[in-house]
């Protein structure tokens, strides 16, 4: 710090001049305005310079701050409403496909039961023509194991009637019971499928 001689010298005079006692405050004051008074200026513009400065560089980053943030807050957003629309085309393609699920196992069910109803209704039919078919078989059957009968019945009594006109021996009496037999053989003997003699 430099300090010319006719500053010194200022001060001092004016020093000089202040009465004692409660000049020497103002004074001092005079004298270290006389003697820093240019380089304070300085100083005061300096830190006036910085602080402009530093008041810019605060705006700046408030403002860099404040897009900073905005941006994030729109990417934010943008990457929010991004899931949110995958969510629901998710959510939409699960509801289809359990529609569709429930559409096709409706569609089964509703075929098992029509193939049960189908095979019902051809196992009533078919129950019934076997017993339609069983009682015209018995039907057929007595009326052939009646028909035996009768003529059983009345080759017995032509026998037997033959024999109260003709004397007989012993050998056309043999022959005669060799004929009932016969006849009664005929008469238990087995029977085909079909209702003919066997």
């Given at each position: 710090m430099n300090i010319d001689?006719?500053?010194?010298?200022?001060?001092?005079?004016?020093l000089a001049s202040q009465p004692n006692g409660a000049g020497e405050t103002s004074g001092v004051d005079k004298m270290r305005e006389l003697l820093f008074g240019n380089q304070m200026q300085d100083y005061d513009k300096r830190f006036s310079i910085?602080?402009?400065?530093?008041?810019?560089?605060?705006?700046?980053?408030e403002s860099e701050s404040s897009r900073s943030l905005s941006s994030l807050e729109s990417t934010m957003k943008k990457q929010l409403e991004s899931v949110a629309g995958q969510f629901r085309e998710e959510k939409d393609l699960r509801a289809?496909?359990?529609?569709?699920?429930?559409?096709?196992?409706?569609?089964?069910?509703?075929?098992?039961?029509?193939?049960?109803?189908?095979?019902?209704?051809q196992l009533a039919r078919q129950e019934r023509d076997f017993?339609?078919?069983?009682?015209?078989?018995?039907?057929v059957l007595r009326e052939e194991m009646r028909k035996r009968q009768d003529d059983a019945r009345a080759t017995t009594e032509?026998?037997?009637?033959?024999?109260?006109?003709?004397?007989?021996?012993?050998?056309?009496?043999?022959?005669?019971f060799v004929e009932i037999a016969k006849c009664l053989n005929q008469d238990v003997s087995p029977k085909g499928g079909n209702g003919e003699r066997g």
């Open positions: 001689t006719q500053s010194a010298l200022a001060a001092q005079a004016a910085l602080e402009d400065r530093f008041q810019q560089r605060m705006r700046d980053l289809e496909a359990d529609k569709e699920l429930e559409r096709s196992l409706r569609e089964h069910t509703q075929a098992l039961e029509k193939r049960l109803a189908q095979a019902s209704d017993t339609d078919r069983l009682g015209h078989e018995v039907q032509r026998m037997f009637a033959e024999l109260s006109n003709v004397k007989t021996d012993r050998n056309l009496l043999a022959g005669l």
